[in-house]
């Protein structure tokens, strides 16, 4: 079954920790999203991909960094986290075709809490 | 670049009523808008989206969405809100051109009483 996967669901960790967030489709899309959600707040883009090797940075500010290997798999990575990171991260996907945008894909999300 | 405003941070109704979202854009040209929803613990689920066309569009879960260019709105709409309706929603709009990336807004919370 096509879908986009991603683990931990939950995750409580201690300043200072080194994290990964991962991020699986199996849909075959080429462009891949991250957003942080926080209540109340719109969803802020932090980083995307158009395909393998291709990364970039979204309208917000992060301190994480992202890798895209492999098309299905778009890990996020944070090298010391803090509080201030605490948040929800939802990971995305879409077609590339054509000209027209094409329909985004989320997974059911990260809610981290950093300590 | 283009900005979306949601300007009802939550909406209640009673179940059965009719209701409507409010969403309005800022864009130079004619945009890609959409509505998603989100319900608890979940990811965003994609309700209707606007290309070009017929400015009345039918989305999934009974929800429709009209397009008013005059107004620079895409308020999305249901005449009968059943509770299972209950969750977040979230107005997109994206450039037609370039990255296509969309932007968000900060998303209206429904409460549907009994």
């Known amino acids: 079954e096509a879908d986009i996967y991603q683990t931990p669901r939950y995750l409580v960790i201690g300043t200072g920790k080194k994290i990964t967030l991962e991020c699986s489709q199996t849909?075959?899309?080429?462009?891949m999203y991250w957003y942080q959600q926080d209540p109340g707040m719109e969803l802020h883009l932090i980083h995307y991909s158009y395909g393998v090797n291709s990364t970039e940075k979204g309208d917000l500010s992060s301190e994480s960094t992202v890798s895209r290997i492999r098309t299905e798999h778009f890990p996020l990575t944070l090298e010391s986290a803090r509080p201030s990171h605490t948040s929800q991260y939802l990971c995305?996907?879409?077609?590339?075709?054509?000209?027209?945008?094409?329909?985004?894909?989320f997974g059911p999300g990260t809610r981290l809490t950093v300590l | 670049a283009q900005s979306v405003t949601q300007p009802d941070i939550h909406i209640t109704v009673s179940e059965g009523a009719s209701l409507e979202l409010r969403c309005n854009y800022s864009y130079g040209a004619t945009p890609y808008l959409f509505w998603y929803v989100q319900s608890p613990g979940q990811g965003l689920q994609l309700l209707l989206k606007y290309f070009s066309g017929d400015t009345l569009v039918q989305g999934i879960k009974g929800f429709e969405a009209e397009f008013k260019r005059s107004q620079s709105s895409f308020n999305l709409r249901k005449p009968s809100v059943h509770w299972s309706d209950a969750a977040e929603y979230f107005c997109a709009v994206a450039p037609s051109g370039g990255s296509y990336i969309p932007t968000f807004g900060r998303g209206t919370s429904l409460i549907v009483h009994p």
């Open positions: 849909m075959g899309h080429d462009k």
């Open positions: 995305a996907s879409s077609d590339l075709g054509g000209s027209s945008y094409n329909e985004q894909f």
